[in-house]
């Protein structure tokens, strides 16, 4: 990693990670009709890429993707029919990556992925409790055992709500074994039955 000893990369991205959401969740007013896709380039956009710098961990954009391939994982439920899943923030090591091999293989996993769900005021009730159980079913476990497989890996699972036009945020960290429920929440951040 560039300028970054590999002892501190945890901590930096941890760092670059919560500056980014604590300044996204400081946005005061947001559109309650706003959805995951929005939420995510505004993040990404506005207060992720502008912490880009020579001295971090992100040192160049293009080392931060939105909606790109990653490894997917070979389950029961999911015989790997699809050898790769895109996920919604994925930053890489190193500026340019990607997730295939020189044989075209998704084999290579990333440094970081953020996965969000977003409620917003379109969402009925069904809807709200089928993104939660997918939240809570599915983006989770995978995060969690992507950061259990690759030993350089730290996902973040983050529920956002914008139904009150303001921005609140949950988010779950994981790192290895390691899981930190409510890593960061807003005051008024969603709950999570986890």
């Known amino acids: ?15 670059l990670i919560k500056s980014a959401l604590l300044s996204f969740s400081s946005i005061p ?20 890429l502008p912490l880009v710098s020579k001295e971090s961990i992100i040192n160049q954009p293009s080392q ?13 439920n999911n ?9 919604d923030v994925v930053i890489w090591e190193e500026p340019k990556m990607s997730c295939w091999d020189s044989n075209g293989m998704a084999n290579i996993y990333p440094l970081s ?6 409620f917003n005021k379109r969402d009925r009730p069904g809807q709200r409790k ?19 497989k690759v030993a350089k890996f730290i996902g973040y699972s ?14 779950v960290r994981f790192t290895g ?7 960061f929440q807003t005051k008024n951040g969603p709950d999570l039955d986890i």
């Not at 015989?79 to 996920?87: A, E, G, Q, S, Y």
Request: proline content about 5%; some cysteine.
């Open 177 to 183: 074994a390691e899981k930190n429920d409510f890593w």
């Open 79 to 87: 015989p790997r029919k699809n050898p790769d899943v895109c996920k």
């Open 1 to 15: 990693m560039n300028k970054i000893k590999d002892s501190d990369w945890q901590s930096q991205l941890d760092d």
């Open 113 to 118: 992925v953020l996965e969000w769900k977003s």
């Open 29 to 48: 007013k947001v559109s309650q009709w706003a959805r995951e896709k929005e939420l995510v380039s505004w993040f990404v956009t506005d207060h992720l």
């Open 130 to 148: 089928n993104k939660t159980k997918t939240f809570t079913e599915y983006d989770i476990p995978w995060i969690q055992k992507t950061s259990t």
């Open 64 to 76: 931060v993707g939105i909606e790109v391939a990653v490894p997917q994982h070979k389950t029961p």
């Open 158 to 171: 983050i529920l956002a709500d914008v139904t009150n036009q303001k921005i609140e945020i949950t988010c």
